[in-house]
């Protein structure tokens, strides 16, 4: 069974960096697009940045300049490198993958950030 597995998550103060992964298992096939969303308490899910199978990348005004989405296609993984990170960034961020065009999602990782 195909599984998005994310890790990373964590108690961190403010101005301070994570760094989430999002593995593909389970699938000999590779991750092509995927993205980052989070949850924060009593909020809508919100989409943080994407990846295509490209490289091309998309990112929320909110996290412009601070995260940055990557890719490993040689481990079916993509991260999530989170810096200067703020309190109103705290949330369940979750992973999701198009893996031969089903579209999955992880089961989420906590960020809480600290002021």
């Known amino acids: 069974q195909v599984q998005l597995v994310e890790s990373g998550g964590g108690l961190v103060q403010a101005g301070g960096s994570l760094r989430l992964s999002c593995a593909a298992s389970?699938?000999?096939?590779?991750?092509?697009?995927a993205g980052w969303s989070r949850q924060a308490p009593g909020k809508q899910r919100e989409l943080v940045a994407t990846i295509s199978s490209g490289g091309s990348t998309y990112y929320a005004d909110s996290v412009k300049g601070r995260f940055t989405i990557s890719r490993d296609n040689a481990k079916n993984t993509v991260y999530l490198q989170m810096n200067s990170l703020k309190p109103e960034d705290t949330a369940v961020y979750y992973c999701?993958?198009?893996?031969?065009?089903?579209?999955?999602w992880g089961k989420g990782t906590l960020v809480t950030v600290s002021s």
């Open positions: 389970g699938t000999t096939f590779s991750i092509n697009a």
């Open positions: 999701n993958a198009e893996i031969v065009g089903t579209s999955k």
